[in-house]
């Protein structure tokens, strides 16, 4: 039986389109269970195949300013014309629970996070070279040349910002990756100040 931790660990995850990180997320939870994957709130349209409430929280535009209005939001964006956005209470309940939090946000988004609580830990995806990123995207046979090169400069952009993460995960494998990540939140999870708890009174 695994030892209910005082407060749960806030996890920012974030990598560069086509790196893969939905799939190292899903490999991530199947692994474990005991980890709240939040889902963001957006204005955009469902996709195909997309639910609300699995992919997204799909809300109109005035009810994503009202959430803004109220800062009931731990961070939000605009991309392409769609507000997305983090509930902060949603958040603030599972982390008091003694539950993992994972958020999958882009570097804006990250960044937020950090500034709101300091204690959350950053780790950036990455693929085992900026060649096989661009084999990746091109290899989804979805975009067009034009999108994908845009993508690719939108990544350029995204790696300057990888000295601001705590951990830097190179997803060749999607297994190893996973596993990477489960290693860092066992480590962040042995760190004093999380502990202290257990041992006091002793």
């Known amino acids: 039986m695994k030892q209910k931790k005082a407060r749960g660990q806030l996890i920012v995850l974030s990598g560069p389109s086509g790196v893969g990180k939905s799939t190292v997320i899903s490999e991530l939870l199947s692994e474990r269970s005991d980890i709240y994957f939040s889902v963001s709130f957006t204005t955009r349209a469902p996709r195909v195949g997309e639910a609300d409430g699995v992919n997204y929280h799909f809300v109109t535009r ?37 539950i993992d939090v994972l958020l ?20 950036f995806i990455v693929p085992p070279s900026f060649e096989e990123l661009s084999r ?5 046979a979805t975009d067009l040349e034009e999108v994908i090169q845009g993508r690719l400069t939108k990544a350029r952009e995204e790696y300057q910002e990888i000295p601001n993460y705590d951990y830097l ?5 999607v297994s190893e990756a996973a596993a990477e990540i489960i290693a860092i939140l066992t480590a962040e999870d042995c760190r004093t100040n999380n502990r202290l708890h257990l041992v006091e009174g002793i």
């Open 136 to 140: 990746r995207l091109h290899g989804r």
């Open 169 to 173: 995960v190179v997803n060749d494998k």
């Open 104 to 123: 999958d946000i882009e570097v804006q988004g990250a960044a937020k996070v950090k500034t709101r609580c300091p204690e959350a830990v950053l780790i």
């Open 62 to 98: 005035e009810q994503f300013e009202e959430m803004i209005a109220r800062n009931d939001l731990l961070e939000y964006a605009e991309y392409v014309h769609n507000y997305y956005g983090t509930s902060l209470r949603l958040i603030q309940e599972k982390l008091e629970q003694g």
